[in-house]
């Protein structure tokens, strides 16, 4: 297209991959900001034909060289290398070199995030919202809910015919397929004059346990048994910020208008659960460890 190339932080993981992917489909430049460049996916990377610049996200002024021509930033943050105060300290760099450069941000927050969750994670992705709203630059903030591809951390237990969660298994919870992620933040980038200011709760389908078990059922044609697991097992893997987010999700929630989204991005197909499901793999997921 050789139109003005779009800076994506993140681009070897889940979400900042499915960005590039969407990008690179609609035929936009890309530059991927990473810390290293000899890992396997920075070299899957540079074979789909993207510009690699190796910078560390608390680098503000690496930040915003990068950014040199370029027309946009996709800016995501993560807690788990080091810590949410680490995160904060990214999302605000990458904020104030969006804002040097002059290019629109569209920053990767998290579903409800803005409603006082006392979640670690997720108060850490609001205090970049609030940092993005002080300094005033062009910005959208994308928040999506819980991912769809969080069922492959349970491979172990699937192969078993468990589907394990620590949610009562009546309990709804909203949902988003990763390339809906990818999709939506395209269309936000390409068009910064309608989307800038916005924000936006981005979620696919809602539904319980019990309605997952029910697909995967259908879907695998394997029969699924639900098992609640105890929040003490995810205190031991995820500390209590995990114990938080899930006591969370069992009192309060995420909140997504499906049919505004529907609406403000007619163009792209959300997937439901069962949609997702059915392409993926079933029998890479089955598979034991």
């Not at 979400?15 to 990008?23: R, Y």
């Not at 290019?103 to 979640?119: C, D, E, M, P, Y």
């Not at 205090?127 to 928040?143: C, D, M, N, P, S």
């Not at 995967?216 to 114990?243: A, H, K």
Request: proline share 4%; glycine share 10%; charged share 20%.
């Amino acid at each position: 297209m050789g139109s003005a190339p779009v800076v994506v932080t993140g681009g070897t993981g889940k979400q900042g991959g499915a960005v590039v992917k969407s990008l690179l489909q609609r035929g936009h430049e890309v530059r991927a900001v990473t810390r290293s460049t000899d890992s396997a996916k920075a070299k899957e990377l540079t074979n789909a034909g993207v510009t690699l610049v190796r910078a560390s996200l608390e680098d503000t002024a690496a930040l915003t060289k990068a950014l040199e021509g370029a027309t946009s930033l996709f800016a995501m943050t993560t807690p788990f290398e080091g810590g949410t105060q680490a995160e904060t300290r990214q999302g605000i760099s990458a904020a104030d070199a969006a804002k040097a450069a002059g290019v629109h941000l569209v920053f990767a927050s998290v579903g409800s995030a803005n409603r006082q969750t006392g979640v670690p994670h997720f108060d850490s992705k609001y205090e970049v919202e609030q940092h993005i709203a002080k300094i005033g630059g062009r910005a959208t903030v994308l928040a999506p809910v819980y991912f769809m591809e969080n069922l492959h951390f349970g491979k172990e237990q699937l192969a078993k015919g468990i589907y394990a969660a620590p949610l009562p298994p009546t309990r709804p919870l909203a949902q988003v397929a990763v390339a809906d992620i990818g999709a939506v933040a395209v269309r936000l980038l390409e068009d910064p004059g309608r989307f800038a200011g916005k924000r936006f709760d981005l979620g696919g389908d809602e539904l319980t346990g019990n309605d997952v078990v029910a697909i995967l059922s259908r879907v695998s044609g394997r029969p699924f048994t639900y098992f609640q697991v105890p929040l003490d097992v995810i205190r031991q893997r995820m500390g209590e910020d995990g114990v938080k987010m899930y006591e969370w999700f069992e009192r309060v929630g995420y909140t997504v208008d499906r049919a505004a989204l529907r609406r403000e991005f007619p163009d792209v197909a959300f997937h439901d659960f069962e949609s997702w499901a059915k392409a993926q793999d079933w029998n890479t997921l089955l598979q034991s460890a």
